[in-house]
């Protein structure tokens, strides 16, 4: 069992940054991979970016390329999602997640935290 539990999610303007955390409690957290989703209202919940078990492979979305970096301290039971030029659509609550590999599906993730919620003003 892993038990996840987000944090740093606030209201910023856009452009603006914001640093996510996601920490890791229970089994041995660098046995899973990690994938960051957000859900705005009324949306399904969409993969945001993806870390390997070792942190070599990351995956992102296009919508958030270039502009979000995830990183992982298997060490501290912690993956960390820096959010760099935010835009109003990335308005969402943000979920981490754990899993035997990344993906771009929700259903392939095992555990999940609770969400942080992001609100990026215009």
């Known amino acids: 069992q892993v038990q996840l539990v987000e944090s740093g999610g606030g209201l910023v303007q856009a452009g603006g940054s914001l640093s996510l955390s996601c920490a890791a409690s229970?089994?041995?957290?660098?046995?899973?991979?990690v994938g960051w989703f957000r859900q705005a209202p009324g949306n399904e919940r969409e993969f945001v970016v993806g870390?390997?078990?070792?942190?070599?492979?990351?995956d992102y979305a296009d919508s958030v390329e270039g502009r979000f970096t995830i990183s992982r301290d298997n060490a501290k039971n912690t993956v960390y999602l820096q959010m760099n030029s935010l835009k109003a659509e990335d308005t969402a609550v943000y979920y981490c997640?754990?899993?035997?590999?990344?993906?771009?599906?929700?259903?392939?993730?095992?555990?999940w935290g609770q969400g942080t919620q992001v609100t990026v003003s215009s």
């Open positions: 870390i390997s078990r070792t942190g070599v492979i990351t």
């Open positions: 229970g089994r041995t957290f660098s046995s899973y991979a």
């Open positions: 997640a754990a899993g035997t590999y990344t993906s771009l599906f929700p259903g392939a993730y095992d555990y």
